[in-house]
């Protein structure tokens, strides 16, 4: 079984566009978890354009599924996480203005820095995932790091096979193989929705989890948009 874990930055994007607290985070974080969700991964970044390091904390005595902080380990984000001892912690090499994650770590060249911050992690008892790009240079550089996953960086896949191209799934899949071959767990995420989650899950072994935002909200909105309308007529009669 693959682990669904939902990214509820847009909710904050939402409510960060009028100010006050709608909607909640706090309550769509319990809510995902109640409607069958097995985490809540959030990824603040340093200008909280949408979740808040006080939503961190607020989060933290809520989640009672896996809770999974993702960022650049810059020292806020490290305390943060140190402090908030969540289930995992994934690393992203998001530079500072970045719109969304736009890349993997370069496994290679970053070993030492990675190793480091991966064993003051573990050492608090924080299960590790590193966010990589599909190629299997990057996954056996991940493997020297100390991590205990790697997250599969989606966005190529979920781009060609868009357009048609099943064959954009094939390096995820050497890139599971060979990651379970080193005693890495594999995740995977950004741009996973419900057009292309199932072909994924189907061809990626080994696959524990999956942390799906951006497609997640943009389609629970619309398959409750018809409903809302309707209840909004029935009460304008
Ligand atoms: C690492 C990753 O792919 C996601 O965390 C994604 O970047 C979400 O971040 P935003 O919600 O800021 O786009
Ligand atoms: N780690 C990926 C994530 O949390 C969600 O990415 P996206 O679905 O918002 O692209």
């Known amino acids: ?25 706090v309550q769509v974080a319990k809510d995902v978890e109640r409607f069958g969700a097995q985490g809540v991964t959030i990824h603040p970044r340093p200008d909280e354009r949408h979740i808040r390091y006080q939503d961190a904390i607020d989060l933290k005595p809520v989640v009672t599924t896996e809770f999974n902080i993702e960022g650049n380990p810059i020292d806020k984000f490290l305390d943060l996480v140190l402090s908030l001892k969540p ?58 790091t100390g991590t205990d996953r790697i997250e599969l960086y989606t966005e190529m896949f979920a781009h060609d096979y868009a357009l048609g191209n099943t064959d954009a799934v094939k390096p995820y899949t050497a890139c599971a193989k060979r990651a379970h071959e080193l005693g890495l767990g594999v995740n995977a995420g950004h741009d996973l929705s419900l057009h ?5 899950k189907q061809q990626v072994p080994h696959l524990a989890e999956v942390s799906i935002g951006h497609a997640l909200i943009c389609e629970a909105l619309y398959e409750g948009l018809e409903s809302v309308i309707k209840q909004y007529l029935t009460k304008l009669k």
Do not use: C, H
């Open 87 to 144: 289930t995992q912690a994934t690393l992203v090499p998001d530079a500072v203005d970045a719109i969304t994650s736009n890349a993997g770590w370069d496994t290679v060249k970053n070993e030492a820095y990675l190793r480091e911050v991966i064993s003051e992690l573990k050492r608090n008892g924080i299960r590790t995932s590193i966010f990589v790009d599909p190629t299997l240079k990057m996954i056996e550089g991940a493997a020297k």
């Open 196 to 200: 292309n989650i199932e072909f994924f």
């Open 1 to 25: 079984m693959t682990k669904l874990s939902v990214n509820i930055n847009k909710i904050a994007t939402l409510r960060n566009a009028r100010g006050g607290a709608m909607p909640n985070v």
